[in-house]
């Protein structure tokens, strides 16, 4: 379908090389009890009209901060340095009405919970026609007709139905794909997904995924893909960049960076993927230990204490961003469109090598450990639990049946009146069912000496919580 919807913005121009985003040098810095905490260090890449950039890394290596600071959603006291330049315009330090004049219709984002990223009390259609308003001189209709039109772009079924509904009456599939309506609501030129997929399901996933894709087509922008998800990026992205400690460890196309990879972090992440043409019964070549802490990153290159082939060097100096070429680093790059870069001294020894040739298999935890050389020990230590273990059944023992008083032990057996207010109650701790009477004769307990009274209005039966309750 068609609207009178037009697409008035972007005027600005790109670069001769259609570089639409430009990041160079970009660090974030949030301040701490324990000092400054460096969550992004000196992050540069380049995107250009049409392309779709991966970053991929583990939880904390400041994936999502670097996006953040570019879109301007960072909390006041974080400190950015560094440069984002959107068609040649800088937006790293506009105020909040230059960027609001951006975010939306330029450059938009598309977050990992659509469930907090939609206004609970307000329908569908109003959310996204809103986000057209917002940048575009059109009427309320115009703008309701264009929320329609995105909802059919992005594969929601029913879209007259569900402009209607709220966030609440969708599933977190249908959610997420609302979500990406809205960030192409106005054509822009750069869409940043952080981690859209997170917590569906694969067929949900594939969905949302293709309505990306269809995003992509509609409106011509570059796609910056976050995600710890290497599956998604191979079959999405063009180049991939791998984060590592709030720095980007390595960049190239992904049939460079998934089987040329001239950094052992990169190494092992694939190495811990399980392979579908691998032999049955192969283990994984898990990563040892965890990532270093930003308040305290160890000195030289932030993998060495995780890194098999770390030597004296890499404890000393961090390695430079460098272009392999002839697979070794000859030369500096700043430009962040250099074919493949890596930052490791002894990228040459990784030409030819495997996940299983650095890394090896391990059935100690991982997160337990926090370097390799405290892996041995923690693998000797298994190997003695195994063998201790080992031949040996454990026999489950019945359990006896609980012991019950002797009615003969109360003497003489306490009574109750039908008569009287007070009555015994917790005698040798039977229950109420001990309780009995015979006709013409007070109640009595059949077990036990009462350990206490308590008052009660004079009835014909037992006491409501028997006088035999503890």
Not at 25 to 33: A, C, E, I, N, R
Not at 412 to 417: E, I, Q
């Amino acid at each position: 379908m068609t609207t009178e919807y037009e697409n008035k913005g972007n005027t600005a121009v790109a670069d001769t090389d259609d570089v639409v985003l430009e990041v160079s040098d970009l660090s974030v810095t949030f301040p701490s009890d324990d000092g400054p905490l460096p969550a992004v260090r000196q992050v540069s890449y380049k995107v250009r009209r049409g392309e779709a950039l991966g970053i991929v890394g583990e939880s904390g290596s400041g994936k999502s901060v670097t996006s953040m600071a570019i879109m301007g959603l960072l909390p006041r006291n974080a400190r950015v340095e560094g440069s984002a330049r959107l068609l040649g315009q800088e937006i790293i330090g506009l105020d909040d009405k230059q960027i609001s004049q951006v975010r939306g219709q330029r450059i938009a984002m598309i977050f990992q919970d659509p469930l907090t990223s939609l206004n609970p009390v307000y329908t569908i259609g109003y959310q996204i026609a809103e986000a057209v308003l917002a940048h575009r001189k059109v009427s309320k209709k115009v703008a309701m007709a264009r929320a329609l039109e995105l909802l059919e772009i992005v594969g929601i079924p029913s879209p007259e139905q569900r402009l209607r509904q709220y966030p609440h009456e969708l599933s977190g599939g249908m959610r997420q794909r609302v979500v990406i309506a809205i960030a192409m609501a106005n054509d822009p030129d750069v869409i940043i997904a952080d981690e859209p997929t997170t917590a569906l399901d694969v067929t949900v996933q594939a969905q949302v995924l293709d309505a990306l894709q269809r995003a992509r087509q509609e409106t011509g922008a570059a796609l910056v893909l976050i995600t710890h998800d290497l599956g998604v990026v191979a079959g999405q992205v063009d180049r991939v960049g791998v984060m590592y400690a709030g720095r980007i460890v390595e960049m190239g196309s992904v049939e460079e960076v998934f089987y040329r990879p001239r950094m052992p972090y990169a190494l092992g992440l694939l190495g811990s993927l399980p392979r579908l043409d691998g032999d049955r019964g192969d283990r994984l070549t898990p990563i040892l230990g965890t990532p270093p802490s930003l308040r305290d990153l160890p000195g030289g290159c932030g993998f060495a204490p995780r890194c098999p082939m770390a030597r004296e060097r890499c404890h000393e100096e961090e390695p430079r961003l460098l272009a392999i070429e002839n697979g070794s680093p000859e030369r500096e790059t700043g430009d962040g469109l250099s074919g493949h870069t890596a930052a490791c001294h002894f990228s040459e020894d990784l030409v030819g090598a495997e996940a299983g040739d650095l890394f090896r298999a391990t059935s100690v935890d991982t997160e337990s450990v926090g370097s390799v050389a405290e892996v041995e020990a923690a693998e000797s230590q298994v190997a003695e639990a195994r063998e201790g273990y080992r031949g040996r059944r454990t026999r489950r023992v019945p359990a006896r049946p609980p012991t019950r008083p002797d009615p003969r032990s109360c003497s003489p057996p306490p009574t109750w009146s039908s008569t009287s207010r007070s009555v015994p109650r917790g005698c040798c701790g039977a229950g109420s069912a001990r309780c009995r009477r015979s006709p013409g004769s007070p109640w009595t307990c059949a077990s036990g000496r009462p350990s206490r009274w308590w008052a009660s209005p004079a009835a014909a039966s037992p006491p409501r919580r028997g006088c035999c309750s503890t």
